[in-house]
């Protein structure tokens, strides 16, 4: 009852646009580097990320129908920038049809070998924030993660939730060479996420925070959700800032 964050990642060292393999994926398949749903979801943002990046757009049998859409916003920059580039389609999302491949291609303008990132989230329904209060707690990790792809890092938390039940809302992930995260929810297969920012004192997009996306997901207070992490590069320095309400 939420949406399912996706990455691909390539280093490319061609012109011209080129597909990008599909980080392994443990929810959805991965086939021939592809994402492979197993139903219809429906594409709510997409992010995409390299220093040399000029275009991206979408192939899937779905796409090529019409035409391969574009995606017009890129962050062309080596990480995350302060309030990224992304492209919204939260008022009419993107239909990806389950059972057929999908993958994102990127023109890299440079030619060079240099790291290409897009992210996708992928929604299986929505369901509005109810009206009231929305805390933020934060918490820091030393788990090491391993380059482009997802890493569960363990997460301590700066304070404890009274006993109760709680939807998480929003949230940040900031680590130098973080690119996006995840959460993990007991019970719930969909993990959505977000794109991280590289210092404290950035900000990722609106979307992410307070809401944007709608409830990601219902927890116990004596198990919070944890989170997965996609860094360009190993790290063990991580920061996790949580939005939630009290549900019960």
Same mark, same amino acid.
């Given at each position: 009852?939420?949406?399912?964050?996706?990455?691909?990642?390539?280093?490319?060292?061609?012109?011209?646009?080129?597909?990008?393999?599909?980080?392994?994926?443990?929810?959805?398949?991965?086939?021939?580097?592809?994402?492979?749903?197993?139903?219809?979801y429906?594409?709510?943002?997409?992010?995409?990320?390299?220093?040399?990046?000029?275009?991206?757009?979408?192939?899937?049998?779905?796409?090529?129908?019409?035409?391969?859409?574009?995606?017009?916003?890129?962050?062309?920059?080596?990480?995350?920038s302060?309030?990224?580039?992304i492209?919204?389609y939260?008022?009419?999302?993107?239909?990806?049809?389950?059972?057929? *491949?999908?993958?994102?291609q990127?023109?890299?303008?440079?030619?060079?070998?240099?790291?290409?990132?897009?992210?996708?989230?992928?929604? *299986?329904?929505?369901?509005?924030?109810?009206?009231?209060?929305?805390?933020?707690?934060?918490?820091?990790?030393?788990?090491?993660?391993?380059?482009? *792809?997802?890493?569960?890092?363990?997460?301590?938390?700066?304070? *404890?939730?009274?006993?109760?039940?709680?939807?998480?809302?929003?949230?940040?992930?900031?680590?130098?060479?973080?690119?996006?995260?995840?959460?993990?929810?007991?019970?719930?297969?969909?993990?959505p996420?977000?794109?991280?920012?590289?210092?404290?004192?950035?900000?990722?997009?609106?979307?992410?925070?307070?809401?944007?996306?709608?409830?990601?997901?219902?927890?116990?207070?004596?198990?919070?959700?944890?989170?997965?992490?996609?860094?360009?590069?190993?790290?063990?320095?991580?920061?996790?800032?949580?939005?939630?309400?009290?549900?019960?």
């Amino acid at each position: 009852m939420t949406y399912h964050t996706v990455a691909f990642f390539e280093n490319m060292s061609t012109t011209g646009f080129e597909g990008v393999n599909a980080v392994q994926d443990t929810i959805l398949n991965t086939v021939n580097n592809r994402i492979l749903p197993g139903s219809n979801y429906g594409l709510i943002y997409v992010y995409v990320n390299s220093a040399d990046v000029s275009l991206a757009r979408l192939d899937s049998p779905q796409s090529r129908a019409v035409v391969l859409p574009l995606f017009p916003e890129v962050d062309q920059n080596s990480g995350p920038s302060s309030d990224p580039n992304i492209n919204d389609y939260r008022q009419n999302p993107f239909t990806i049809r389950g059972l057929e *491949e999908f993958q994102p291609q990127i023109d890299n303008v440079s030619g060079g070998p240099s790291d290409q990132f897009v992210i996708m989230g992928l929604q *299986e329904s929505f369901q509005p924030v109810p009206a009231g209060e929305i805390w933020t707690m934060h918490g820091t990790s030393t788990t090491s993660t391993n380059a482009a *792809e997802w890493t569960t890092i363990t997460i301590s938390w700066s304070d *404890e939730l009274p006993a109760g039940s709680w939807a998480l809302v929003g949230g940040l992930a900031q680590s130098t060479t973080g690119i996006a995260y995840r959460w993990v929810l007991e019970g719930q297969d969909l993990r959505p996420g977000g794109v991280c920012t590289t210092s404290l004192a950035n900000r990722t997009a609106d979307m992410f925070y307070g809401g944007g996306l709608g409830v990601l997901g219902k927890f116990q207070a004596w198990n919070p959700p944890r989170i997965q992490m996609l860094e360009s590069s190993a790290s063990s320095d991580i920061n996790v800032f949580m939005q939630f309400m009290r549900i019960g």
